[in-house]
């Protein structure tokens, strides 16, 4: 087993199923943090002026549409992880034999 630094957490590899739901969680992710670092920079870094459009707002709408995105994301995987799957086999055994004279 590797030595892992402290704080780092343990992710199973996920299975050839699953891939395309990690993969999906893995780009929710992306997407919410790049709509928050575009925002972000709108909001507080750019000061041009564009007639008609308030950048400042646009940077804020970005970040609030990037949380959300977050927010959404770890949600809706974390009620995924928690459902439980089962399945029911159900076996019918025929208890007479057929070798018993008496039936």
Do not use: K
Request: hydrophobic content about 45%.
């Amino acid at each position: 087993m590797p030595i892992r630094p402290a704080g780092y957490a343990e992710v199973a590899p996920p299975t050839a199923r699953g891939l395309h739901n990690y993969w999906r969680y893995l780009m929710g992710i992306g997407a919410g943090i790049f709509l928050l670092a575009v925002g972000g920079v709108l909001a507080f870094a750019v000061s041009d002026r564009i007639s008609g459009v308030d950048l400042t707002m646009v940077g804020y709408i970005l970040m609030g549409a990037g949380a959300l995105g977050i927010a959404l994301v770890l949600l809706l995987n974390g009620q995924r992880t928690r459902a439980s799957h089962t399945t029911v086999v159900e076996e019918h055994r025929d208890l007479r034999d057929p070798r018993d004279p008496r039936i």
